[in-house]
């Protein structure tokens, strides 16, 4: 148990609301989404450069695919941590309002 603000906060029982647990399993099941898809999309590189000739072709003059691909891996970095910041914010207002739920009594 926590005190916030003058109030006695029990997680446990938090925990134990379905808005809680259906807002940790919508966020989990996101995590892992981008998790497996930026390691998919990271490990590709290697994969490509090593076992293929895919992305030794020359694209531009000399510049090869694999340039290319590399300058896409940093937008993707950047996309998918702007894409989890907008859904982390979605999150943190979902979180806050289960404890807000809880605090009318719904998790008494």
């Given at each position: 148990?926590?005190?916030?603000?003058?109030?006695?906060?029990?997680?446990?029982?938090?925990?134990?609301?379905?808005?809680?647990?259906?807002?940790?399993?919508?966020?989990?099941?996101?995590?892992?989404?981008?998790?497996?898809?930026?390691?998919?999309?990271?490990?590709?590189?290697?994969?490509?450069?090593?076992?293929?000739?895919?992305?030794?072709?020359?694209?531009?003059?000399?510049?090869?695919?694999?340039?290319?691909?590399?300058?896409?891996?940093?937008?993707?970095?950047?996309?998918?941590?702007?894409?989890?910041?907008?859904?982390?914010?979605?999150?943190?207002?979902?979180?806050?309002?289960?404890?807000?739920?809880?605090?009318?009594g719904a998790g008494q």
């Amino acid at each position: 148990m926590e005190k916030k603000g003058g109030k006695l906060i029990d997680y446990e029982k938090i925990a134990k609301m379905e808005s809680f647990r259906q807002l940790s399993r919508k966020k989990n099941a996101f995590l892992w989404t981008m998790t497996v898809i930026f390691f998919v999309l990271y490990m590709l590189l290697p994969v490509l450069t090593s076992y293929t000739k895919i992305l030794h072709q020359k694209a531009i003059g000399e510049i090869t695919w694999v340039w290319f691909y590399s300058f896409g891996l940093f937008i993707m970095v950047w996309g998918l941590a702007h894409f989890y910041v907008g859904r982390a914010n979605k999150f943190d207002k979902e979180a806050k309002e289960i404890i807000e739920e809880y605090e009318r009594g719904a998790g008494q």
